[in-house]
């Protein structure tokens, strides 16, 4: 393996990094009704773990109600103890053939503690990168010491794996950043 596979090894690793990590963002409730809130819920379908929007249309008809209409209505049941056993905070109601997530806006507290939660979640994707960027230095010393490139390529390859951490957790901080925002807007 050469200096220049590692790197872009790294950069494929770093990119889903970044993007688990954009992922899990867009999980956080910011007072908005979203499907992707819900998109990702695991509902007991007939013993079978299956995805929400696989089973049903998820629409936010506005800003505060999300409607969730199971192709199959049998299994509306499941889908509301799905989402009690989530931790939304949101009950869900249905008229037989519809549910219904009515959000209720966010208090300043609960605003609050979402941006510690956004924080602690962009922390833990730095370190992943810096983990990421640790193991591709191991990586291409072991190169330099078996003698598969040069000390100065060593360098060179070195400080361009820390040109792309740098850029990575710019992204990170920027999405830290316009998430803060989202939450603690009113």
Do not use: C
């Not at 819920?41 to 936010?60: C, E, M, N, R, V």
């Not at 997530?101 to 507290?109: N, R």
């Not at 072991?142 to 740098?166: G, N, P």
Request: aromatic share 4%; hydrophobic share 35%.
């Amino acid at each position: 393996m050469t200096a220049k596979e590692i790197l872009h090894q790294t950069e494929e690793k770093m990119k889903k990094a970044l993007e688990s990590m954009s992922r899990e963002f867009s999980e956080i409730r910011t007072g908005r009704a979203s499907p992707i809130l819900v998109e990702g819920l695991h509902i007991d379908y007939y013993g079978t773990p299956t995805l929400l929007k696989q089973l049903a249309s998820i629409s936010a008809p506005d800003a505060h109600l999300l409607m969730i209409q199971p192709w199959d209505i049998t299994a509306i049941a499941e889908i509301e103890r799905a989402i009690m056993k989530s931790n939304l905070g949101i009950t869900p109601s249905n008229d037989g053939k519809v549910v219904r997530l009515s959000l209720p806006p966010l208090s300043k507290e609960r605003r609050q503690e979402l941006a510690k939660v956004v924080h602690k979640m962009s922390e833990e994707g730095r370190v992943s990168l810096r983990t990421i960027r640790r193991d591709a230095k191991e990586a291409i010393e072991k190169l330099e010491k078996d003698k598969a490139i040069s000390e100065d390529d060593k360098f060179r390859s070195i400080e361009e794996l820390q040109k792309s951490v740098d850029k990575y957790i710019a992204k990170i901080d920027e999405l830290l950043k316009s998430k803060e925002k989202e939450i603690l807007e009113f």
